[in-house]
């Protein structure tokens, strides 16, 4: 009994450790352009969907966040490299705009730093 218990606790200490600080290949999405800018829609449960984003530069952007989670952790959403702290409201679709100027890679998380995503300018 030992045994077993011994095993089922390191397993959970393993999957604690991937799930937190593991690299999860998330879903991909490119923008959708037309002439005067490009969007994204991603959906806030439980994490983001998609993770990562795909803008095209010098095209104004805006990602279109809708949080229907209601966990305070994912109430507000971060990229400390832009300078954006901006609140997610339940149930309701928030605009970020994006600076595309600068091709890079752009990290974005969650108020606890617990989810995360990417914006690649290209």
């Known amino acids: 009994m030992k045994v077993i218990t011994l095993i089922v606790g390191i ?3 393993a999957f604690i450790a991937w799930w937190f600080l593991g690299k999860h290949d998330g879903n991909v999405e ?14 806030v449960k439980g994490g ?17 966040f809708k949080r229907l ?3 305070s952790c994912l109430d507000h959403v971060i990229f400390s490299d ?15 705009k994006i600076d595309t100027s600068k091709a890079g ?7 606890m730093n617990m989810f995360h995503g990417k914006v690649i300018v290209k």
């Open 30 to 43: 490119q923008a959708k352009v037309n002439s005067t800018n490009q969007t994204v829609n991603i959906q």
């Open 105 to 111: 890679e752009y990290d974005w998380e969650c108020s």
């Open 11 to 13: 397993m959970a200490i």
């Open 48 to 64: 983001y969907s998609p993770e990562k984003v795909v803008l095209k530069k010098g095209v104004p952007a805006t990602l279109n």
């Open 69 to 71: 989670d209601s966990s």
């Open 82 to 96: 832009l300078g954006i702290n901006q609140e997610l409201p339940k149930g309701q679709v928030e605009q970020v």
